[in-house]
């Protein structure tokens, strides 16, 4: 492997060809949408609402808008308003030096009805992929990033034994129509998270809560991925086809046999088990990294073992801040023998005073990964705009980009100038 590290200058660089993004997604950004989450999310602004007004909330926080005390703060509406905005999005890209970007296509809007398509839709979605073509950055396609088009839910979503058929079906429509511009496809994000809150907690849509109902939307969303995997590849066999995962680094807090026992099944379960029953069906990885837990067994509350953390640096949620962490999963990520793009990773910080730091950290770490072999092959920033995030709505600021949700206008912050040094530069200065 070429030397990454000059000893001369004290800089790290990264391998040639290296691509540098950020990334965003569909229902976060775009606005007007309709599917099972923004039904999802005026039944329930209410409830969040009344729950934030029992929270302690900074002043930074509450004086923006829209902030957790304010029932719009809960419900997407027009997010970014990416979907009319999308060309100038991409010019801040371009000037943040990024050489690729990742955005999902929003499945309910090209299939609003089952088994019809929205032209319309679909050739918006070819004037985004050629805008980005046009702008020499590199599209990776998102497939599905966890909203779903209402008649899928209504027929009771990955729930539903035909599921994976209906997705498949989907991804052949995408792929057909707008295959010649894009050559990374990413089919699912974060299938176990969308499982773990939506049928294991019963926090999300479609709010059914168990083990069986998590084993079987896990399960479909295999299958889902493996038959979409496999439509991609007939109609475009040099298609680079992936996943974005969360993986979550897992430490004992002491190694003693209980720590390490609920260690290795917490790694096993969250970690690998998904990739177990997709693994023949991708050629390359996309890591999400976010989390770490610190393992410590606690026989009366065991859900407590699972995280015992310092919280030295947290973020604006309450995220601990552990870079050292996406070393050790992209080392664990090497006994798969694929290439690895990190696909998410990034920090809610309103204020804009850990960002520029946490992708210097995080970024030394994955060096040193590569370095050691991991084949790392790029890095996208979560995300390029602030967005809606989730079930938190609006409040969390997680961009490089500053959105002013009253205006819409578009402000690009110091951290993203910082970063947009290391993607001009493909290296980092010691």
Known sequence: MKLLYNKSSDRLLFPAGFLWGT???????????????????IKNAKIKNQNAKLKSWPAYVLNDYPNPLQEENYISSRACDHYNRYEEDFDIAKKLNNNALRFSIEWSRVEPREGEWDQKEVEHYRNVLRALRARDIEPFVTLWHW??????????????????????????????EL??????????????????????????????????ASYRALNNLAKAHNLAYEKI?????????????????????????????????????????????????????????????RIKFNLFHPVKSLKDNENKFVSDIGWEIFPKGIYHILKNLKKYNLPVYITENGVADAQDKYRADFIKDHLLWMHKAIQEGVDVRGYFYWSLLDNFEWDKGFWPRFGLVEVDYKTMERKVRQSAWEYAEICRNNEIML
């Open 23 to 41: 990334a965003i997604s569909s229902h976060q950004t775009e606005g007007g949408n309709f599917n099972d989450w923004t039904e999802w999310e």
């Open 147 to 176: 909203t779903n088009p209402v008649w899928f839910a209504e027929k009771g979503a990955w729930l539903n034994k035909e599921a994976p058929f209906y997705f498949a079906r989907y991804a052949e429509k995408i792929v057909k």
């Open 179 to 212: 295959g010649n511009l894009a050559n990374f496809w990413i089919i699912l994000n974060e299938p176990a998270v969308l499982v773990s809150s939506s049928y294991w907690r019963g926090l999300w849509p479609s709010q059914k809560n168990g083990f069986l």
């Open 233 to 293: 590849i007939f109609l475009k066999p040099q298609s680079r086809i992936g996943i974005a995962y969360n993986f979550i680094r897992f430490e004992a807090y002491k190694e003693n046999f209980f720590n390490r026992i609920i260690k290795y099944l917490a790694d096993y379960l969250n970690n690998h088990y998904f990739l177990g029953k997709i693994k023949r069906k991708m050629n390359f990885i996309g890591c999400n990294y976010y989390f770490y837990n």
